[in-house]
């Protein structure tokens, strides 16, 4: 009887043992399905997996919200810098001024994206942090040229364009300049030689062109300027069609193909009641910025780094490097805010304004 006893008694407690161990594996096993990590793990070594690059596939919209801020993804710890991905490697630059809102999402939001595309990648936020007009064109000169030898490309890249389409190429544009935000795909600008909102170039074509003048303080055409500076050093697609009997060239931007998201490729985070383009034009603003700028550039920017901040928004690495730029203001007295212009009749050698 004793005996008896005691062997149901070892048998109840295998039982026990074996169902807790069951119970155990399998809650583990529902945590490793519900894993974040694991899942973006996953699709960072074999992108061909994911189903978010699939074709024609819009990787994000707005109810993906939590998804993409949410953080202690793999994705977004690795710091975008594996070399196992190539030889080359991006600088996202962002010209930026008070667009806070902006930048926290775009940083993680990029920074996924190049990763699941294995894109080695460096986002650099360049903040206008004097008190003059906003100048696009030479906050992208700076941050190429504090960019770093390790990149040896650029995206010019708006903050509040976040790409959704995971087809896009972000890779080395190696046939020339390469304009992501496509005019059939920009929500906004469908010109046809627009090149803003991103467009990516190797350095060596940037220097080519001696980069982005330094006339436009304020906003807007500075990206239309350079697009006659990649014409003329022969930087875009040249076609050839019969006209009237003529042999005409015709110019044209490296841009994307086979994208079929439409105006849904890219969200404009761009909110117009709290973000009013400073579209004045002062003095003979005009005037000089309406030609070809063959004087400035890359070359002849000038400015001071105050501070070189490394940051970390959600996971993203990204630096931002806080810049003072100097205005010749006898050249571009229309760098000056309206509230300052009375600054240029105290100055000792002021420059004839016409
Ligand atoms: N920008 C900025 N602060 C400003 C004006 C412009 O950071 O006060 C930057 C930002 O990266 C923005 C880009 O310059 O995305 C282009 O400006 P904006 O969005 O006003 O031009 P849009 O392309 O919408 O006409
Ligand atoms: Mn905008």
């Known amino acids: 009887m004793a005996r008896r006893i005691s062997s149901t008694k070892l048998l109840a407690c295998v039982t026990l043992v074996f169902s807790a161990a069951l119970t155990?594996?399998?809650?583990?096993?529902?945590?490793?399905?519900?894993?974040?990590?694991?899942?973006?793990?996953?699709?960072?070594?074999?992108?061909?997996?994911?189903?978010?690059?699939?074709?024609?596939n819009i990787i994000d919209s707005d109810g993906g919200r939590k998804v993409k801020n949410a953080p202690n993804s793999e994705l977004m710890s690795n710091n975008g810098d594996n070399k196992d991905w190539g030889y080359h490697k991006l600088a996202v630059i962002v010209p930026f001024r008070d667009r806070l809102e902006e930048l926290l999402e775009f940083v993680p939001h990029i920074h996924t994206y190049l990763n699941k595309k294995h894109i080695r990648h460096k986002i650099i936020v360049v903040n206008q942090a004097d008190t003059l007009r906003f100048n696009r064109g030479s906050l992208i000169n700076v941050g190429v040229l504090e960019s770093g030898n390790e990149c040896d490309y650029i995206a010019m890249h708006d903050v509040d364009l976040l790409p959704l389409n995971g087809d896009?190429?972000?890779?080395?544009?190696?046939?020339?300049p390469f304009h992501i935000a496509a005019p059939d795909l920009h929500p906004l600008y469908h010109y046809h030689s627009f090149i803003g909102g991103i467009l990516l170039l190797t350095k060596g074509d940037y220097k080519m062109v001696n980069g982005l003048s330094n006339r436009y303080w304020g906003w807007g055409r500075e990206d239309d300027e350079f697009y006659v500076r990649l014409k003329r050093a022969g930087l875009l697609k040249t076609t050839y069609v019969e006209k009237n009997g003529d042999t005409i060239p015709e110019y044209?931007?490296?841009?994307?193909?086979?994208?079929?998201?439409?105006y849904k490729t890219f969200k404009h985070i761009h909110d117009k009641k709290n973000r009013p383009r400073d579209n004045k034009r002062y003095f003979n603003q005009s005037e000089k910025t309406r030609r070809l700028d063959r004087e400035t550039g890359l070359s002849t920017v000038k400015y001071d780094v105050i501070n070189h901040y490394r940051l970390v928004?959600?996971?993203?690495?990204?630096?931002?490097?806080?810049?003072?730029?100097?205005?010749?203001?006898?050249?571009?007295?229309?760098?000056?805010?309206?509230?300052?212009?009375?600054?240029?009749?105290?100055?000792?050698?002021?420059?004839?304004?016409?």
């Open 24 to 56: 155990v594996l399998y809650l583990k096993i529902d945590c490793v399905s519900l894993n974040d990590d694991n899942r973006n793990a996953v699709s960072i070594e074999d992108p061909h997996n994911d189903k978010s690059l699939h074709e024609g």
């Open 168 to 176: 896009l190429d972000y890779s080395y544009p190696e046939s020339g």
């Open 252 to 262: 044209e931007i490296r841009r994307p193909v086979n994208i079929t998201s439409g």
């Open 313 to 354: 928004i959600n996971d993203a690495p990204v630096t931002m490097l806080e810049v003072k730029l100097i205005c010749d203001y006898g050249q571009t007295p229309w760098c000056l805010k309206k509230e300052d212009h009375h600054l240029l009749q105290n100055m000792v050698t002021p420059a004839p304004l016409r």
